[in-house]
């Protein structure tokens, strides 16, 4: 097993990281911060939210600028030069009110997909989520439904498939994107098991790493489920993301799990950046 560095500690619960501009970006749920840290390990917070940031998560559009889910409002917001926040788009007529919006990936084109959970998590009786599309002419959408708890998505890098964690299901679930943004020809990229796949991100050998939190470990698949590398913490693994220089580093977002109330407000900042080699350079979305 490659060797496993420590680049970041001290987090509350980290989540939903992305390589942009030279550094590794995250959301940390339980600060309500959105923080960018370099290969050394100096890190920025980019901002702080003031909504309820469990879920949060973030992509840029082509031009470079910043969305980020307001979850529970039903908004996409995007960060002015100054640092402002203001609304970008207002989702809440596709789902019921103050059900959470997760994830979002942005592909090449500036199609904004965005998935809700479909009900109440924790505590809420489960019930199937969606996946949303934000066009770039502002219309929003929605475009795929019945998904077991949506989570981490990613996007090819010819723009083709996205690809879905369906967390509740054991699976990721792909589709095919239509000329229009739509999706279709929904279909299994791969069965997980008994892993519930979270966070996930594709690299340059067409292959899928996906994080799970119950079995601490991030897993490294090919379509059709082949699991060719696993890597086994002594935490929660929530997402990980493949950047660095030559975007074979992979970056593992993990925290000792104790429930989302517990990790929210206990204190404990258990949460830590971790870094290892990966054998293929990042690919596709996000």
């Not at 987090?11 to 990281?17: C, M, Q, R, V």
């Not at 997909?113 to 989520?129: H, L, M, S, T």
């Not at 997980?192 to 790493?209: F, N, R, V, Y």
């Not at 082949?226 to 929530?238: A, K, N, S, Y």
Request: proline share 5%.
């Amino acid at each position: 097993m490659p060797e496993m560095h420590t680049l970041l500690t001290g987090l509350a619960f980290g989540e939903s990281p992305r390589w942009h501009d030279g550094r590794l970006w995250f959301a940390d749920w339980g600060a309500q911060e959105i923080i960018a840290v370099n290969l050394e390990g100096k890190s920025e917070v980019i901002v702080k939210v003031s909504f309820p940031s469990f879920p949060m998560c973030f992509d840029w559009l082509p031009n470079g600028q910043l969305l980020i889910v307001s979850s529970r409002d039903g908004l996409l917001l995007h960060m002015e030069s100054g640092g402002e926040l203001l609304t970008h788009a207002d989702l809440s007529s596709l789902s019921k009110k103050g059900l959470p919006w997760n994830e979002i990936v942005i592909d090449g084109r500036g199609n904004a997909y965005i998935n809700n959970q479909g009900f109440d998590f924790p505590g809420g009786e489960f019930a199937p989520g969606t996946i949303a599309l934000l066009s770039p002419d502002g219309t929003t959408r929605q475009v795929a439904d019945g998904i077991a708890f949506p989570n981490g998505m990613a996007l090819t890098p010819d723009n083709s498939t996205l690809i879905v964690a369906e967390s509740y299901g054991n699976k990721l679930t792909a589709f095919d994107i239509e000329a229009s943004g739509s999706l279709s020809n929904r279909r299994v990229w791969a069965d997980t098991g008994k892993d519930h796949p979270d966070g996930i991100c594709l690299d340059a050998e067409g292959a899928l790493w996906y994080a799970d939190v119950g079995s601490k470990h991030c897993v490294r698949v090919r379509e059709g489920g082949e699991v060719l590398q696993t890597i086994e913490l002594d935490r929660g693994c929530f997402a990980c993301m493949l950047g660095g220089a030559d975007r074979k580093t992979l970056f593992i977002v993990a925290t000792e799990w104790k429930g989302v109330e517990e990790n929210m407000t206990d204190g404990s900042r258990t949460g830590q950046i971790l870094t290892v080699r990966a054998p293929a350079p990042h690919a596709g979305r996000p």
